[in-house]
């Protein structure tokens, strides 16, 4: 069997990724601080990244996912190994889905100066052809510090309830509307109080757009997301 070390020092061998996961392991909400990970995690940068900023349950039983949060938010990483290596990460992304169906699906990649070039193609996949949320991070830390950030993003009192899924994911979501360019933080989340998804983002129309942040910034959208995307 081939099982090669990715960047983040995390075992890629298949076998382990067909396994079933049980029902209750994907619908499991772990207390506030906690994330569920999968124990392929055990060692790795990223998980020693956290720096007890967040606490670890470990479960070998995930299947394809890494991470279970809480509000069934699961989350895959795409490593930049995983990204190099070729088109076999799609397969392992729609069993991710397929696997999560009811749940929310995020999906970190590592677009780094190397899988740059591999990244729109992925985009495209993962946000238009699959309809799931994905972030992009430079590094291992920074991927630390945006689990960290939606593990602990809510308040004590009542840390995961959200009127719609959509604002749980918000952070995230928020971090990807940011790198389109004229698009601040403050307009980010003015776009996505309308269209709060990345594919409805991607749909709306400069008449759509330009209420909301003036006829200039609108264009750009649209202009990202069909330089990204076509």
């Known amino acids: 069997m081939d099982c090669r070390m990715n960047v983040t020092g995390v075992s890629s061998a298949s076998a382990m990724d067909s396994k079933p996961v049980p029902a209750r392991l994907l619908h499991a909400s772990p207390p506030y601080g906690h994330i569920i990970t999968h124990e392929k995690w055990r060692a790795s940068a990223l998980l020693q990244s956290f720096k007890g900023s967040v606490k670890v349950i470990f479960e070998e039983e995930l299947g394809v996912v890494d991470f279970c949060l809480a509000d069934k938010?699961?989350?895959?990483?795409?490593?930049?190994?995983?990204?190099?290596?070729?088109?076999?990460?799609?397969?392992?992304?729609?069993?991710?889905?397929?696997?999560?169906?009811?749940?929310?699906?995020?999906?970190?990649?590592?677009?780094?100066?190397?899988?740059?070039?591999?990244?729109?193609?992925l985009q495209k996949f993962v946000v238009l052809e699959l309809?799931?949320?994905?972030?992009?991070?430079?590094?291992?830390?920074?991927?630390a510090q945006l689990i960290t950030q939606l593990v602990l993003g809510e308040n004590k009192e009542n840390p995961f309830r959200r009127k719609s899924a959509s604002r749980?994911?918000?952070?995230?979501?928020?971090?990807?509307?940011?790198?389109?360019?004229?698009?601040?933080?403050?307009?980010?989340?003015?776009?996505?109080?309308?269209?709060?998804?990345?594919?409805?983002?991607?749909?709306?129309?400069?008449?759509?757009?330009?209420?909301?942040?003036?006829?200039?910034?609108?264009?750009?959208?649209?202009?990202?997301?069909?330089?990204?995307?076509?």
């Not at 972030?135 to 991927?143: D, G, H, N, W």
């Not at 995230?172 to 983002?201: D, N, Y």
């Open 73 to 121: 938010t699961c989350v895959l990483y795409v490593s930049e190994s995983d990204l190099v290596a070729g088109n076999s990460y799609r397969r392992k992304i729609v069993r991710f889905r397929n696997a999560n169906s009811g749940l929310q699906a995020v999906v970190i990649v590592e677009k780094t100066r190397l899988s740059e070039q591999h990244f729109s193609e």
């Open 131 to 143: 309809g799931l949320i994905l972030l992009p991070v430079s590094t291992v830390s920074e991927a």
């Open 168 to 230: 749980l994911l918000e952070p995230v979501v928020l971090s990807l509307v940011q790198q389109i360019p004229g698009v601040g933080k403050v307009k980010a989340m003015l776009l996505l109080q309308k269209f709060p998804s990345i594919h409805q983002l991607s749909e709306a129309s400069v008449h759509e757009l330009e209420p909301i942040v003036g006829q200039a910034t609108a264009q750009q959208i649209t202009a990202f997301f069909h330089n990204q995307f076509t």
